[in-house]
C-alpha cells in the first residue's frame, strides 16, 4: 500500500489522532494486513507514537501485522456453536490446511481465525471463507467445503 | 427532499407516506438479515425481482426486503400481504410459483406453509405460529414490516413521532422523569436503571454532554442487537436523540462491533436520511435542538463492550478500562458526562415516551418492567430471536416458544448472561426472567443470550469454554484476571482431559473468590460466574471427571473413545466411507472396527451410522473392549 493511499484514508478522517483506530481498520480492510511501511506513514501524519500504534494493532483482534493468505477462514467458536460441535469441525481443518488458529500457510494459501458469533446460530456450526458462510458443518463434510478452494 | 421544520409539517408528510401507499396492493417480504443472507436469501431476492419482471407484474407486485424476523431457524422467510401468507424456508426454485399463485391469483401453496408438530396442522399466518404467538414484540415487533433502508417506512409506522412530541410538548426534565417512572433497566449488562443514569449526566458539570449507544454486542451467542441495528436502526436514533434531549448532549456515539458489516451500512445510511429530514442535525424539526450522531466501528476486543473500555476506545486508544472511583456518567468520553446504555435499551425509549411510562409499566415483574429480547441458541428446536415481557418463565421460553429439546433428547441447562452469567438447571425452569430473579439463580442477564444445553453437554466444558473466552478477552491491565484467569483455565482443561487432581476444585474456588473481589472491571469481576453456577448445580460431573476420569455427557474428547459395538454392526460400510481420518478398518460383509491409534474422535462415525443400526457407541470411564477375532469378523445373513 503506497503513501498516497494512506493519505487518502487519513485525510477521510479529518488527520484526527482520535480516528487513529478507524484509520487501521480501513488500512486493514483494505490491505488485509498493517505493512510497517504505511504504520509509519500513520504515526507521523496523526503525530502518534510508534508504540501506541502498536498497542493498538496487538491489542485489536482485527489487525494483522502480517500478510494473510488468499483465503481467509473464520469458524465460529460462538458458544451456540461451540456447544454444537464447532471445536470438532475446527480440529478437522487444523489437520487438513496444517496450521491453528491465527495463523497463514507457507504458500499463503489460507488464514485460519476463529470468532465469536455470526449471529447465525440457527445455522451452527458455522464457519465464514472469504465472507461467504458456511452452515451446519459436520466434521465430516469440511474438509470437502475446503478443497473448493485454490 | 426539503429538512422537515414542525410536527404538524411531520404529520403531513406522514399522512402523504400512507396515502401514496395502496393497502390492496401484492407486497412481498422477504427477511434479509445477515442470518437469512447466510441461508441464501439473498439468492431469493434476485429471483423475486427476476421472476415479478418476467410475469410482468412489476407495476402490481413490490418487493420489500426486511431485517430479521426471528424465527431464523426457518429463514428465508416471505409474507405476502394483503392476507399475510407466510412461507418458510424458501429457495429460490420456490419464488416462480410464489408469485404466480400467490401473488398473482390470492392462493395459498400449502407445501411451504408451516406445519405445526404437534397437531400436523398447516399454519397460514405468521402470528399464528407458536413460536410468534406467544411472543410480546414491542420493541423487535416493526422488523417484520419495514425495510430498514427506507426511512419512510419508519415513518409509516408511526417513526419520530416520540420525538415530535418530546421536542414540541414535553420538557427535558418531563422526558427524563417519564423514561425514570417507567423503571426500564439497562439491557445490556447490569440491568441498571436508565432514568437514574441520565439525571446523574444531566445534573452533572462539563462542557459538553455525551450520548452513547454501545452496539459492541459482545457476547458470543447473542444477535438481537444485530438484528434491531440491521432491521430498525432509525428506532435506536430516535431513542438517543430523546437522551440526548433529557441530559442536554449535542453529540452521540455508536460503537458498533467490527463484525457487523450490514449493522454499519444500515446504521449510516439512516443517519444521512434523518439528517436529511431533519430528525438529526441542527435545528431538529425547527425546534432550535441540535444533536449529530458519529458510528465508530470498534476493532474486535470484547472487554471494549464494558462502560469505560468503549469510552476510552472511542477517544482512539486502547479500550482498556479504568478503576470506577468515578462513575462515567459524570465523567466518561473525554471527562465529560456520558450516558452510555444498550442497543435495545435506546430502541425502549421512543415507545415510553409515545405511549407513556404507564403503558410500559404494565408489561413485566415488580423489579423488571417492559419486554426483553433473549437469543435462544443452542440445542433448541426453534433457533431464534424472541421478546417476551419480563416474567415469563424460563419453561414457556424453552418450550412453547422454543418448542423443546431437537432429537428427543433430554434438557440438560440454560446458560443465560453470556461469559458472566451461569446455568441454570431443570428443577429451577419455573423462574420468571427478570434481573434479580436470575442473579438470585446464580446467573444473570445480562444482554440475553440463553444457550440451550441438552445431555449431550458437559457441563465443565462449557465452564472451561466460557474461562477460556475471558482468559484470551482479559485486556491484561490487573492481575487476578490476567493470571488468575489462565490458572483456572490450565486446571478446567486438565479436568477435561482427564488430569484432573484431588484439591483441584478448591484451587479454582480459591481463584474465583480472588477475582471477584480483586479484579478492576466487570469481566473479571464475573468471569468465575460460569464456573461457580456449573459447580453449584452439577458438582457430580466435576467428581466424575476428576475421580473416575469419565465425562457423563460423553462429550470430552480425551476421556472418550468410539466403539463399534460387533453385534449391532452390520457392515454397511457408512461409517468408513465417511471417516477423515481414516481409522476404521471395515470391508464387505465384515463387522467394522475403529482404529484407535488413528481416531481423532471427530464422531463423524457416530452421526454416519445409520439409526436403525445405530452400532456406534461412545465410552467413557471404561477399557474399550478387545476387537473381535479376525475369524470371526464374517457378517452372517440375518442375525
Ligand atoms: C466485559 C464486559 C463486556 C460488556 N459488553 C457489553 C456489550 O457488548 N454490549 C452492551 O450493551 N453492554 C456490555 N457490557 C455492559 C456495559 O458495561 C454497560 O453496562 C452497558 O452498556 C450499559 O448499558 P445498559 O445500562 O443500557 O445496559 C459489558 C460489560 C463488561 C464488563
Ligand atoms: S454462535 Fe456461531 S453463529 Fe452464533
Request: net charge negative.
Amino acid at each position: 500500500m503506497d503513501n498516497d493511499r494512506v493519505d487518502q484514508i487519513i485525510d477521510k478522517h479529518n488527520g484526527e489522532a482520535s480516528s487513529l483506530i478507524q484509520v487501521l481498520l480501513e488500512i486493514q480492510s483494505e490491505h488485509h494486513w498493517l505493512p510497517k511501511s504505511a504504520l509509519e506513514r500513520v504515526g507521523e501524519r496523526l503525530q502518534v507514537p510508534r508504540t501506541r500504534i502498536l498497542h493498538i494493532a496487538t491489542f485489536y483482534k482485527a489487525f494483522s501485522l502480517v500478510p494473510k493468505g488468499r483465503h481467509e477462514i473464520n469458524v465460529c467458536m460462538g458458544t451456540a456453536c461451540h456447544v454444537r460441535g464447532a471445536g470438532r469441525v475446527l480440529d478437522v481443518i487444523e489437520d487438513v490446511i496444517g496450521i491453528k488458529p491465527g495463523e497463514t500457510d507457507l504458500e499463503l494459501k489460507f488464514s485460519l481465525e476463529t470468532v465469536n458469533c455470526l449471529g447465525c446460530c440457527a445455522l451452527g456450526p458455522v464457519l465464514e471463507i472469504d465472507g461467504t458462510t458456511h452452515g451446519k458443518m459436520a466434521p465430516g463434510e469440511t474438509a470437502d467445503v475446503l478443497l473448493n478452494y485454490e | 427532499m426539503a429538512k422537515i421544520n414542525s410536527p404538524v409539517e411531520l404529520e403531513e408528510f406522514r399522512k402523504a407516506i400512507l396515502n401514496r401507499r395502496d393497502p390492496d396492493k401484492s407486497c412481498i417480504t422477504l427477511c434479509s438479515g445477515s442470518a437469512c443472507n447466510a441461508s441464501g436469501s439473498a439468492a431469493v431476492a434476485r429471483c423475486l425481482e427476476e421472476e415479478i419482471e418476467k410475469q410482468g407484474l412489476s407495476e402490481s407486485v413490490e418487493i420489500r426486503k426486511t431485517g430479521c424476523h426471528g424465527f431464523c431457524e426457518r429463514g428465508p422467510i416471505i409474507v405476502n400481504n394483503p392476507g399475510g401468507v407466510c412461507y418458510l424456508q424458501i429457495q429460490p426454485e420456490d419464488v416462480p410459483e410464489i408469485i404466480s399463485e400467490t401473488a398473482k391469483e390470492k392462493r395459498v401453496i400449502d407445501r411451504l406453509l408451516y406445519t405445526d408438530p404437534e397437531s400436523g396442522e398447516k399454519i397460514t399466518h405468521e402470528g399464528d405460529i407458536p413460536f410468534y404467538k406467544n411472543q410480546q414484540r414491542m420493541v423487535f415487533g416493526p422488523n417484520l414490516s419495514i425495510d430498514p433502508k427506507s426511512i419512510d417506512d419508519y415513518l409509516a409506522i408511526d417513526g419520530y413521532a416520540a420525538l415530535s412530541k418530546a421536542l414540541t410538548g414535553m420538557s427535558d426534565i418531563e422526558v427524563l422523569e417519564e423514561v425514570k417512572k417507567s423503571n426500564l433497566r439497562g439491557r445490556g449488562g447490569g440491568g441498571f436503571p436508565a432514568g437514574q443514569k441520565w439525571e446523574g449526566s444531566r445534573n452533572a458539570a462539563g462542557e459538553a454532554k455525551y450520548v452513547i449507544v454501545n452496539a459492541d454486542e459482545g457476547d458470543p451467542g447473542a444477535y438481537m442487537d444485530r438484528a434491531i441495528l440491521e432491521g430498525n436502526p432509525h428506532s435506536i436514533l430516535e431513542g438517543l436523540t430523546l437522551g440526548a434531549y433529557a441530559i442536554g448532549a449535542h453529540e452521540g456515539y455508536v460503537y458498533v462491533r467490527q463484525e457487523y458489516p450490514l449493522a454499519v451500512e444500515n446504521l449510516l445510511l439512516a443517519i444521512e436520511k434523518a439528517e436529511e429530514y431533519g430528525f438529526l442535525g441542527k435545528n431538529i424539526l425547527g425546534t432550535g435542538f441540535d444533536f449529530k450522531v458519529i458510528v465508530h466501528q470498534g476493532a474486535g476486543a470484547f472487554v471494549c463492550g464494558e462502560s469505560t473500555a468503549l469510552m476510552t476506545a472511542l477517544e482512539g486508544r486502547v479500550g482498556e478500562p479504568r478503576p470506577k472511583y468515578v462513575r462515567s456518567n459524570i465523567k466518561g468520553l473525554w471527562n465529560q458526562p456520558s450516558v452510555l446504555n444498550n442497543v435495545e435499551t435506546w430502541a425502549n425509549v421512543p415507545l415510553i415516551i409515545n405511549k407513556g411510562a404507564d403503558w410500559f409499566t404494565q408489561f413485566g415483574t415488580e423489579g423488571s418492567k417492559g419486554t426483553k429480547i433473549f437469543s435462544l441458541v443452542g440445542k433448541i428446536t426453534n433457533t431464534g430471536l424472541v421478546e417476551v415481557p419480563m416474567g415469563t418463565t424460563l419453561k414457556d421460553i424453552i418450550y412453547k416458544i422454543g418448542g423443546g429439546i431437537p432429537g428427543g433428547k433430554k434438557f440438560k441447562a440454560v446458560q443465560t448472561g453470556g461469559p458472566s452469567g451461569g446455568c441454570i438447571p431443570e428443577n429451577l425452569l419455573d423462574l420468571e426472567v427478570g434481573f434479580d430473579e436470575l442473579t438470585k439463580a446464580g446467573s444473570m442477564m445480562g444482554s440475553g443470550g440463553m444457550i440451550v444445553l441438552d445431555e449431550d453437554t458437559c457441563m465443565v466444558d462449557v465452564a472451561r469454554y466460557f474461562i477460556e473466552f475471558l482468559t484470551d478477552e482479559s485486556c491484561g491491565k490487573c492481575t487476578p484476571c490476567r493470571e488468575g484467569l489462565r490458572q483456572m483455565l490450565r486446571i478446567l482443561t486438565n479436568i477435561t482431559e482427564g488430569r484432573g487432581q484431588e484439591g483441584d476444585l478448591e484451587l479454582l474456588e480459591t481463584l474465583a473468590e480472588t477475582a471477584t473481589e480483586a479484579a478492576l472491571c466487570a469481566l473479571g469481576k464475573s468471569a468465575p460466574n460460569p464456573f461457580l453456577s456449573t459447580l453449584r448445580y452439577f458438582r457430580d460431573e466435576y467428581v466424575a471427571h476428576i475421580e473416575e476420569k469419565r465425562c457423563p455427557a460423553l462429550s470430552c474428547k480425551e476421556l472418550i473413545n468410539f466403539y463399534i459395538d460387533p453385534e449391532k454392526c452390520r457392515g454397511c460400510g457408512s461409517c468408513l466411507r465417511k471417516c477423515p481420518a481414516d481409522a476404521i478398518i471395515g470391508g464387505k460383509k465384515l463387522i467394522h472396527i475403529v482404529d484407535q491409534d488413528k481416531c481423532t474422535k471427530c464422531g463423524t462415525c457416530f452421526d454416519a451410522c445409520p439409526d436403525k443400526f445405530a452400532a456406534v457407541t461412545k465410552l467413557s470411564g471404561v477399557p474399550v473392549p478387545a476387537a473381535v477375532p479376525e475369524e470371526e469378523r464374517t457378517i452372517k445373513k440375518s442375525k
